[in-house]
């Protein structure tokens, strides 16, 4: 097991500058949705996951992971640092637990559930496309859910 290169003290301040809401990729997402004219929540606590945005009309959800802390498949997200080895393993694996057990019960509550990682950023054409459908898909289900209601 190799160490961690930083003292505790030096570690703790490190890993106290890391963001976990209204990061780069969150406000960029934001941004894409906000220029195709949709509305959202931030951060809804009463919800699993604490999800990133939330469109409660059309029970769509957004979570945005970062690659390297969700374990994602691209490289940023598969690559594992050489200090502390064993415990950065284990976090990242704690947190694609508990991202698989909030989105199963998002989706058990009926609501749709968007994973936007971090590298996905990187093509704002692919992104607002993605955004664009998402978008559609759920206007649809949204129309038909007010016309049962309504009826």
Not at 25 to 53: C, F, H, N, S, W
Not at 92 to 101: C, G, I, L, W, Y
């Amino acid at each position: 097991m190799t160490t961690d290169v930083y003292d505790k003290a030096k570690r703790s301040a490190v890993m106290a500058r890391v963001k976990s809401q209204d990061t780069g990729p969150e406000r960029q997402l934001r941004e894409a949705l906000t220029a195709l004219g949709a509305r959202y929540r931030l951060q809804r606590k009463d919800l699993p996951g604490k999800p990133d945005l939330v469109m409660p009309g059309r029970k769509l959800i957004f979570f945005v992971h970062g690659c390297f802390w969700h374990g994602h498949d691209c490289p940023r997200g598969s690559r594992v640092p050489q200090a502390n080895r064993d415990y950065w393993l284990a976090k990242v694996s704690r947190n694609k637990a508990r991202d698989t057990a909030s989105v199963a019960a998002l989706t058990t509550a009926s609501w749709r559930v968007e994973t936007v990682w971090e590298c996905q950023m990187k093509d704002a054409e692919a992104l607002k496309a993605r955004l664009v459908q998402v978008l559609a898909e759920t206007l649809d289900q949204a129309a038909a859910r007010a016309l049962i209601t309504s009826t």
